[in-house]
């Protein structure tokens, strides 16, 4: 009886729980792609590739010649085109495919959040005045703030922005989370922090800045995800094992 081959596409710490998770089960060849944007990737418990696949016909191509059963997406909930590439190709060659997304955050009582559609909108929510401001949006489009040099920016991410950030008053932080609240909170008073830039990433990694922030009253200006692409979407790890579980029951291994 052969083993059911998932691609998973990953990058998250879900994706890392689930490829765990799969593999216990002993049902699963499970192969995780990352994109390789951070350059000491955490360890992971399965087979891992690393780098793009060229476009929706370049990831069909790689489904097809490695006869994969199943496509997972587990990429932050901001990385649109992959998905939608994700989808296009899983429709394309004819395998089922599901997406892993963790649930947004929601405001609570207590929170200043501004909701906004994109980085550079929220770059210009911070309006003309200089501001001291958390910039926890990773470093992919931490450039974006180069418009607005009157701030101070606060800059933190797993790896150094490349090329240099080019403002006259900025600081970087390399770090990677899980975060405590005591930590975030001690962060945003020693910087003196008045606005924090975020995306709605969800989940519980990084959440303790929001918490912090909503302990010293500090405005949050976030930025909304974009609309999933069409796949079915299950938001825990249980939920996808049990629906994968469903979908390839023990009488449609190979073999049977």
Not at 27 to 49: F, H, M, N
Not at 117 to 139: D, K, M, N, Q, W
Not at 211 to 233: F, Y
Request: aromatic residues 6%.
């Amino acid at each position: 009886m052969g083993k059911i081959r998932i691609l998973m596409l990953g990058g998250t710490g879900e994706a890392r729980s689930l490829a765990q998770a799969l593999t216990n089960t002993g049902r699963y060849d499970v192969l995780l792609s990352l994109a390789g944007r951070t350059e000491k990737p955490c360890d992971q418990p399965v087979p891992v590739r690393i780098g793009g696949f060229g476009g929706v016909d370049g990831l069909a191509a790689f489904l097809r010649d490695g006869s994969f059963d199943l496509l997972i997406d587990a990429t932050h909930p901001f990385a649109a085109r992959i998905s939608r590439n994700a989808s296009e190709a899983s429709a394309a060659i004819g395998i089922p495919a599901f997406t892993l997304r963790r649930p947004e955050w929601v405001a609570e009582p207590g929170d200043r959040w501004t909701h906004v559609a994109t980085i550079t909108e929220a770059i210009e929510r911070l309006g003309p005045s200089p501001r001291r401001v958390f910039l926890a949006i990773g470093r992919q489009e931490a450039h974006r703030a180069e418009v607005a040099p009157q701030h101070f920016y606060l800059v933190r991410s797993v790896d150094p922005v490349e090329p240099p950030l080019v403002l006259p008053d900025v600081q970087l932080v390399l770090d990677r989370g899980p975060y405590d609240v005591e930590g975030e909170v001690s962060l945003l008073r020693s910087h003196r922090i008045d606005a924090l830039v975020t995306k709605n990433s969800g989940g519980s990694a990084t959440y303790a800045k929001i918490e912090a922030a909503r302990r010293l009253g500090i405005e949050v200006i976030m930025v909304v995800r974009v609309p999933a692409a069409a796949l079915q979407t299950v938001t825990t790890i249980e939920a996808m094992l049990a629906a994968i579980d469903h979908l390839f029951s023990p009488a449609m291994n190979r073999g049977v």
